[in-house]
């Protein structure tokens, strides 16, 4: 067949005109790059000819040419909900990836899947000759930047909860209390510290209590965000802050609880260490329940402390963290159920990469997926994979849930903590903490329109988690309607509708003031700017 | 931004700053560095524009997401 294709083109170009020898590459057989899984295929014997001389005959062939696998370079694909839901394969998104990038003028119609991959590197270990596409992604959206051609609405939100987190708000440093010196800081991280805070303050004081030398506590953002939405200059200026941070402690060496920390820090800093890689060396804390509330698949049908495992995704190449979490959850007494990609297979929860604030319907698709993939409960040890599954409904422990022990039932039950609620739970552990551990009294926030008390049902808590509108951007609405008078009115049922624009986005609130609180009816945002006298 | 608006009636509002009127006019919008003319509700006294649901999720966000490509 090889000789028959080679012929076939000598032909063509002998008949065009062009020459025969050029650029004869690849022609006839040789060994490809490209790499089919044959798994679950059987060896099937070559169709033997009736009539050897007359060839086959039609149902031969057929029987024949269906032993072909229709070959496909696809392994990737089929591991990745993001290389699916654009419908094609590296090669292409390399190509749309390089035009994008390189397209002087007319539309980019490849920022939105540039902006979707969640940089998570499953498909550079699943590939045989290791094609990362998020390598692509990554750089492509740092050249995005620079070039000043980043859409301003990609990563808007994430970076400003990233500056939250690196404001006075919940950044914080500090020795133990009692000791001018440390020999460990533990870094929870800013998820962490949305979705559990009380995780935070049981770690600290396990910690605390079971190491010594000083373990001293940084609250703040690991830049994380900054770097996935190609933001270097953000990146590097967040970590410079950090590291003097850090400089300042004496150099401690660092736990981290989340491991987007862990994958920041490792290289950047000395003996970085995960907290369960620590937490399996070190006595496991007494918990307050036992072990059989997790369950096979639903209530009804409990058997003793099984989960499956979630390895995030960006311990991909941390075998040493993989193995840690497997060994505490054996020494709880949990038996461990494998998920289909795992380990350095696993897949990212939709948060990597800032997917599910550039992408939401996406970042479904990838949870629904994932979570499809056993009955049994889930385990995770990153909070974002917790609250992500949970927020769609798989029953999902974290694994500090499992180690502490106490009402695993509504542990593995509880709802993702929604945008406004993170930075509250920050803000809030940083007082509280201040105040217990460190005595000092916490610093009033500014600003009359935090007094506001709000009323939401579900409904309006859901939109505003949709369209990523906080609490604060609500209450800033109302304050100044209420105080200028620029609003409108509904004459027939009295509800006010009033906006405001604090920097790059206009918050639009209609509401209507309740004797207990101010009743929020609907929310919604637009970034493009009235300039109208008298509007903004 | 990508969810559904809720379907609100027209001209409902009346200006709660000077009790006007609201009346679709000229109302000057800008993006990115794009300026534009659109004719939407806006206080025949006061001047104050409103930006209802449907245009902030629908028109609107169109026009942004498509200026952010360009």
């Known amino acids: 067949m090889a000789d028959g294709r080679k012929a076939a083109v000598s032909i063509d170009r002998y008949l065009q005109g062009v020459s025969l020898t050029a650029a004869r590459i690849g022609e006839g057989t040789y060994e490809t790059k490209l790499y089919v899984n044959t798994k679950g295929f059987t060896s099937l014997p070559v169709v033997t000819m009736s009539h050897k001389t007359e060839g086959y005959t039609p149902e031969e062939a057929v029987q024949e040419a269906g032993r072909c696998l229709n070959c496909q370079c696809l392994e990737c694909v089929k591991g990745c909900k993001y290389m699916e839901h654009y419908g094609s394969y590296p090669k292409n998104y390399l190509r749309q990836i390089y035009n994008n990038d390189t397209i002087v003028m ?5 920022n939105k899947m540039i902006n979707s991959c969640s940089l998570c590197g499953q498909c550079g270990v699943i590939c045989p000759q290791g094609l990362d596409l998020g390598q692509a992604c990554k750089a492509t959206r740092e050249s995005m930047v620079t070039k000043g051609k980043m859409p301003p609405s990609a990563h808007d939100f994430a970076l400003r909860d990233m500056a939250f987190n ?13 000791h001018n010196s440390s020999k460990y800081v533990f870094f929870p991280g800013c998820q962490l510290s949305a979705s559990s805070p009380e995780h935070v303050e049981k770690v600290y004081a396990y910690l605390t209590e079971k190491l010594p030398g000083g373990v001293g506590l940084m609250m703040r953002c690991c830049g994380a965000p900054a770097d996935w939405a190609g933001n270097q200059d953000l990146f590097q200026n967040s ?47 007494v ?60 897949k990212c929860c939709g948060f990597g990469g800032l997917t599910s604030f550039v992408n939401p319907e996406l970042g479904k698709e990838i949870v629904e997926d994932r979570i499809s993939e056993s009955t049994t409960d889930y385990v995770a040890y990153c909070a974002m994979c917790r609250d992500n599954f949970a927020a769609q409904g798989k029953r999902t422990f974290h694994l500090l849930d499992l180690i502490f022990g106490t009402n695993l039932e509504e542990a593995a039950n509880r709802p993702k903590v929604g945008i406004s609620y993170r930075q509250e739970n920050r803000a809030k552990l940083k007082r509280k903490l201040l105040h217990s551990l460190w005595k000092e009294a916490p610093q009033e926030k500014e600003g009359a329109y935090r007094s506001i008390k709000l009323l939401l049902n579900e409904k309006v808590e859901q939109i505003m988690e949709d369209r990523l509108i906080l609490r604060e951007d609500i209450q800033q609405v109302i304050e100044l309607a209420e105080r200028t008078g620029i609003k409108f009115i509904n004459p027939d049922n009295g509800h006010s509708l009033a906006h405001f624009r604090p920097v790059k986005v206009t918050y639009w609130v209609e509401y209507n003031p309740q004797e207990q609180g101010i009743e929020v009816l609907n929310v919604y945002s637009h970034r493009m700017e009235i300039l109208e006298d008298g509007h903004e | 931004m990508s969810n559904t608006p809720k379907k609100t009636q027209k001209n409902l509002w009346k200006c709660g700053k000077c009790g006007g009127e609201l009346k679709l006019g000229v109302v000057r919008a800008s993006y990115l560095g794009n300026d534009f003319e659109v004719q939407e509700l806006k206080c025949l006294h006061c001047g104050l524009v409103l930006i209802t649901e449907e245009l902030a999720l629908g028109k609107m966000f169109e026009v942004e997401q498509s200026l952010e490509d360009k």
């Open chain 1, 166 to 178: 690196n404001s006075e708000e919940f950044a914080m440093t500090r020795h133990q209390p009692g």
């Open chain 1, 239 to 285: 970590l410079k802050v950090l590291m003097a941070e850090w400089e300042r402690l004496g150099k401690p060496q660092i736990i981290v609880a989340c491991s987007t920390c862990h994958s920041m820090f490792k290289d950047r800093f000395p003996e970085v260490i995960s907290l369960w890689e620590l937490m399996d060396h070190l006595e496991l804390p």
């Open chain 1, 287 to 346: 918990r307050g329940d036992n072990i059989s509330s997790a369950s096979t698949s639903g209530p009804e049908s409990r058997t003793a402390g099984k989960v499956a495992v979630q390895d995030a995704c960006t311990t991909r190449h941390e075998p040493v963290i993989h193995d840690a979490v497997r060994r505490i959850l054996t020494k709880l007494g949990y038996e461990v159920e494998e998920l289909p990609y795992n380990k350095a297979l696993t």
């Open chain 1, 106 to 110: 007319g539309i980019r119609h490849g």
